[in-house]
């Protein structure tokens, strides 16, 4: 059974830094693009950041350019987030998919729980 588990959410004041990890089971996702998405209340899911199978290609959404930084330890089937300069507007449940690296969320095949960052002003 495949599964995905995020964790390294937290409350964190702005300006301030977190990491989330995305820990994949079930299967080997070596060949697969990985993502990162968000929702915050009352809005849609957004794509944050997206990650080729080699790494090497690399995808982000204006609002978090320079601030986050996505990357990919394929042997060990986790993919991490790394978030600074925090904003209130990132505060959100943060979700980790296996599919794409793309925006679309169609494009993902595996989805996790989600995990809550809570950015204070």
Same mark, same amino acid.
């Given at each position: ?22 820990? $994949? ?14 929702? $915050? ?13 080699? $790494? ?12 986050? =930084? ?26 980790? $998919? ?16 989600? =995990? ?6």
């Amino acid at each position: 059974q495949v599964q995905l588990v995020e964790s390294g959410g937290g409350l964190v004041q702005a300006g301030g830094s977190l990491r989330l990890s995305c820990a $994949a089971s079930g299967r080997s996702f070596i060949t697969y693009a990985m993502g990162w998405f968000r929702q $915050a209340p009352g809005k849609e899911r957004e794509f944050v950041a997206g990650i080729s199978w080699s $790494a090497r290609d690399t995808y982000y959404t204006n609002s978090v350019k320079g601030r986050f =930084t996505i990357s990919r330890e394929s042997a060990k089937n986790t993919m991490s987030l790394q978030m600074n300069s925090l904003k209130p507007e990132d505060t959100a449940v943060y979700y980790c $998919a296996v599919g794409s690296f793309r925006p679309d969320p169609s494009d993902y095949e595996y989805w996790g729980q989600g =995990t809550q960052v809570t950015v204070s002003s």
